[in-house]
């Protein structure tokens, strides 16, 4: 009886033994994915996509190279315009090599670009059912890149395809939205730091478009004037041009436009140019009426000289 009682026990002890190793491994292994030091496990279902040989690869250490295999044939899915085996080769993809941007980055653009195009302009389909996919690829493909950024949050590349996907007119512009992502971008401590001021004036653009962030879009651009001069783009300047206007700041504290423009001709010509880009939701307050004043006064720059 004592024998078994001792037996008991030492069983007890290697079943406890056993799991805190467990524990203590599968604590070790999350910490080497997040340093990347190696690749996550393989999502349920991958080795049955993969087949038996594929499989075998991938667990033996050469998950790259069969990641690139079903890159090449995932092209050849594009070719054919087989948008539902491409959507399936990439998630294959990311699931071997889940840290490679590249494969996040060119399986949304497909989704979202490519087949959300298709459908589009697809006359074999009825203008409902067009729409009705177009809309479907496109949130597809945010939807992949949002799982990207999950698992990458500080890939600064992944935010950044998220805010021009959702700053883009010609798919589902979303003004709020697209400004979150740009800020998630800046805040990612991976950004270079010579991408930073052209990317927060990017931030500043889209801010622009945001109803109630004024005040906040006229900080920064104010910011950004007078951080440098490469700063002066004709945009960034007129939109600072329209703000001011927007929120009725006082003449004191206001930059002159001598301060925001090189001469009148170009004040005139620069204006012009962002009156017609209006239908992007800038900001257009004082604009016209400004560009009335200007075509008395400096007349048309555009205008041929007269022999």
Not at 186 to 212: E, H, I, N, W
Not at 268 to 297: A, C, T
């Amino acid at each position: 009886m004592r024998i078994l009682f001792q037996i008991v026990v030492i069983i007890c002890i290697l079943l406890g033994f056993g799991a805190a190793k467990l524990r203590f491994e599968d604590r070790l292994s999350q910490d080497m994915v997040a340093q990347r030091l190696i690749q996550p496990p393989l999502k349920e279902g991958t080795s049955l996509r993969l087949g038996q040989t594929g499989a075998a690869v991938a667990l033996g250490g050469l998950r790259s190279l069969v990641a690139s295999i079903w890159n090449l044939r995932a092209f050849v899915h594009f070719e054919n315009l087989d948008w539902l085996k491409l959507e399936q080769s990439y998630e294959v993809i990311t699931t071997l090599q889940p840290q490679t941007t590249h494969y996040w980055d060119t399986g949304a653009w497909h989704l979202h670009t490519n087949a959300s195009v298709y459908y589009k302009e697809n006359k074999d389909l009825s203008p409902i059912r067009r729409s009705a996919m177009q809309l479907a690829y496109i949130r597809k493909g945010a939807a992949f890149l949002t799982e990207g950024v999950r698992q990458n949050p500080d890939d600064w590349r992944l935010h950044l395809a998220l805010a021009r996907l959702w700053n883009d007119r010609h798919k589902l512009p979303d003004p709020a939205r697209a400004l979150g992502h740009y800020e998630d971008t800046l805040a990612c401590k991976s950004l270079p730091d010579y991408r930073r001021s052209q990317l927060r004036r990017f931030a500043f653009y889209v801010m622009t478009q945001v109803q109630g962030r004024e005040p906040d879009a006229y900080a920064l651009g104010l910011a950004l004037f007078k951080e440098s001069p490469q700063n002066h783009t004709p945009n960034l300047v007129c939109c600072l041009f329209a703000l001011q206007n927007a929120l009725e700041v006082p003449e004191a504290e206001r930059l002159a436009d001598a301060q925001l423009f090189p001469n009148k001709k170009t004040q005139l010509l620069w204006l012009k140019n962002f009156w017609s880009r209006r239908n992007q939701d800038y900001p257009m307050d004082g604009v016209r009426r400004k560009i009335n004043e200007l075509e008395q006064e400096v007349g048309d720059p555009r205008a041929k000289p007269q022999n």
